[in-house]
């Protein structure tokens, strides 16, 4: 009953919320990091029963149990790990209990828009769905209240309004032509479809609004000032999940079951993914606040994402949907570290830190594997996901494309060396000699998207044979 991974969570923010007293307050943690336990145990094992049958009476909205494919588990276990790693990251953040439960609800709610989204079974639906886990994120964006949080949560909500009419516009066309919305039904209006300028126009203007939500290039505007001015948990869940559900995992799930891989659409993603890859990669290497240098390499690292789709094979959307993953743990686990690092040493401008590994052993080492890992050196996961994405690409004869990712990815481990040698090595300043290892509710999550970074990276052979090379049967 995959319903239930909307339903329960929905239900727990509603009881939550029950005027109960402090207990509640004090149960939210625990609730939550419990059902992202429970989803990840789910995702990990496409036989349980739990997938075989929707709840009936939403049967009609949600897809069924035959149709959670690797995609959909893919983005099931990367929302668990990914808004488990937020909630901790909340309890070392945010030492008000109130605060915190309040921060708490909202990630919850997160949560019951991303899971809508990867159940969705209509275009309509999966619009909802797209601006719960949108207007959750306004909030946390503007969580704290202050002058740079309110305005990269204005920008957000800007760009998200015109993403939002864009895809209500395609909706309403959809509609008219077919009488319905849901996936299948679109999907045949636009099979054969190259003169109908109208149907043209509602693909157009759908996959426009998911490039805005997604943060691609040339719509990547908004995301360097809300994932820089967010707190620290609420950068996490943006950076590593959100912006992926809401906007890369939708166009992946459209490009397949609903617009179709057509040359058009393939060299439109192919241009899209190269510019955010290239024009990402550039913007980082600037950048003084760590946070906004990750921001701008999300962009960077989604673009390898839409690169891999846009080639059209099997191989090339394997590894999409394993960058996909990938991006959500290691992106996630830089965030955390960077917020452990704020929080121990009260700045983000890496001009003004050094040696800092001295004194956080844990967060320094598993940023290096974060790094090595984005940057695509072997043997961590990232490597992985690059190279399928960039084989497939050459394959596909797309030699230019494969060649430009390549010569970003050595960009990449450019801007980051430069990050890890002006955070974590050198001569430690004296005002930090006083600093400490971050707390357990950091270290936890930190080691954790650390192991799984190294363990896929060694199990990577066997993924594509067993679970991402099938995705010929989703193509």
Request: glycine content about 8%; hydrophobic content about 55%; some cysteine.
């Amino acid at each position: 009953m995959p319903s239930l991974l909307i339903i329960i969570p929905l239900l727990a923010v509603l009881i939550l919320n029950l005027p109960l007293g402090r207990i509640m307050n004090r149960a939210s943690f625990w609730v939550t990091v419990f059902l992202c336990a429970a989803q990840a145990r789910l995702a990990v094992d496409p036989t349980l029963p739990f997938w075989r049958e929707p709840l009936p009476p939403l049967s009609d909205i949600f897809r069924s149990g035959t149709a959670v494919d690797d995609l959909s588990l893919v983005m099931f276990l990367a929302v668990a790990l990914v808004t488990f790693s937020s909630v901790m990251l909340c309890r070392y953040w945010c030492e008000d209990e109130e605060r915190r439960f309040n921060f708490v609800s909202v990630i919850l709610l997160t949560m019951v828009g991303m899971n809508g989204i990867v159940l969705a079974g209509d275009l309509f639906t999966l619009y909802v769905f797209i601006e719960i886990a949108a207007v959750a994120s306004f909030v946390l964006i503007a969580f704290e209240r202050g002058r740079d949080e309110c305005e990269g949560s204005f920008k957000y909500i800007v760009l998200s309004a015109v993403a939002s009419a864009m895809m209500l516009a395609s909706i309403g066309i959809f509609l008219m032509f077919t009488g319905g919305v849901s996936f299948a039904e679109a999907g045949e209006a636009l099979k054969g479809v190259t003169t109908n300028p109208l149907l043209l126009l509602a693909v157009a203007l759908f996959a426009g609004g998911l490039f805005i939500k997604s943060g691609l290039v040339p719509f990547h505007g908004w995301l360097p000032d809300a994932y820089s001015a967010a707190p620290a948990p609420a950068s996490v869940l943006l950076a590593g999940v959100v912006t992926k559900a809401a906007g890369v995992y939708t166009l992946m799930r459209l490009t397949v079951e609903v617009f179709g891989i057509t040359p058009a659409l393939q060299s439109v993603l192919v241009a899209v993914g190269l510019a955010s890859i290239v024009i990402g990669a550039l913007a980082a290497i600037g950048q003084r606040d760590v946070k906004r240098m990750l921001a701008y390499s999300s962009i960077s690292q989604v673009g390898y994402i839409i690169l891999g789709l846009g080639v059209g094979t099997p191989l090339g959307f394997a590894g999409a949907i394993f960058h996909l993953f990938n991006h959500a743990v290691f992106k996630s686990l830089l965030f955390i570290n960077a917020a452990a690092v704020e929080r121990e040493t009260g700045t983000r401008d890496m001009r003004e830190m050094g040696g800092i590994a001295k004194r956080m052993p844990v967060t320094g080492l598993t940023s290096v594997v974060a790094v090595l890992s984005t940057a695509g050196i072997p043997p961590f996961s990232g490597f992985w996901s690059k190279l399928v994405i960039i084989v497939a690409a050459w394959s596909a004869g797309r030699h230019g494309a494969a060649a430009t990712a390549i010569m970003a990815s050595l960009v990449t481990l450019a801007y980051f060396l430069i990050m890890q040698r002006k955070m974590f090595f050198g001569l430690l300043d004296r005002k930090y000699e006083g600093i400490s290892e971050a707390g357990g509710f950091a270290v936890v999550p930190s080691i954790l998207l650390a192991l799984v970074t190294v363990c896929l990276g060694f199990a990577a052979p066997w993924l594509f044979e067993t679970f991402l090379l099938p995705v010929r049967s989703i193509l």
